[in-house]
């Protein structure tokens, strides 16, 4: 199975597809104050627990969130790095400039990747169980009072889900042609950051040209079908909740008062 790109949905029969995104989007908010609230090892342990139960539970292939999980490597080390050397500078291993590296450091960095992470892993399973559709619903809903202070939420509502949709297309869309561009000759990965520098316009053109295109493409297809973004319209919602929605807003806010309490 090829891994699954951050923010892809994948069809699935789990209880977690099931569910109301409103629903989900209500436990992942929850969850996230959850993330916020961690602190020290038992609580991350604890947390790895309850993310493996959760992909368990959601039949999504772990392989497909670690990979994707490895794409967000290099942001994840700069983040570490600068709580490392710039959080605090009393008991410094060293001052070098600018830079004071120091056990409070090193601990703020484990802490707010950890917390990075567990927040990428969260939202993963929200966008890989929810469908576009069900997602610009559940968003819709959440934005739903500010409508009536002249907000057009359906617009608001409909950019966030075609972001998100575009997320994968645009990761694959540029592996294609960092592939194409390889193959072709140029230097991508090459350990002379000049020779990078000098490819990557190859590289970077063909993706923003890629991406343009496939926004004028959807515009023309949502103008097609009628869709009107501008128009003032009022959206009215049928809040029906099964009992698998009960459960998970339960679990989420059982999630909570553990890391409140722990």
Known sequence: MNSLPIGSYFKGDSIFHKCAAFTKIS?????????????????????????????????????SITSS?????????????????????EDAYFSFFIFNPSYLGLVQG???????????????????????????????????????????????SMILS?????????????????????????????KNLITRATSIVPFVVPVFISAFKRADDLALALISRGIELKKDRRIKFDVS????????LLMGVLILLLFIFL
Not at 72 to 85: D, R
Request: glycine share 4%.
């Open 162 to 190: 075609i972001s998100l949709t575009f997320i994968p297309t645009l990761f694959e869309e540029a592996e294609m042609i960092r592939k194409a561009q390889i193959a072709r000759g140029a230097k991508l990965d090459s």
């Open 110 to 156: 484990i802490n707010v990747v950890g917390k990075m992470l567990l927040l990428i892993m969260i939202t993963t399973i929200l966008l890989s169980t929810t469908s576009p559709l069900d997602l610009t619903k559940g968003i819709s809903m959440f934005l739903y009072p500010l409508q009536f202070v002249g907000l057009n939420v359906y617009e608001i």
């Open 69 to 89: 999980l490895t794409k967000t490597l290099k942001f994840c080390v700069v983040v570490f790095l600068m709580n490392f050397c710039f959080f605090s500078s």
């Open 27 to 63: 436990t992942l908010i929850i969850m996230m104050i959850a993330v916020i609230n961690t602190h020290g090892l038992e609580s991350y342990i604890v947390w790895l627990i309850i993310v493996g139960l959760c992909i368990k539970a959601s039949n999504i292939d772990i392989d």
């Open 241 to 248: 909740l099964k009992a698998c929605d009960y459960y998970i």
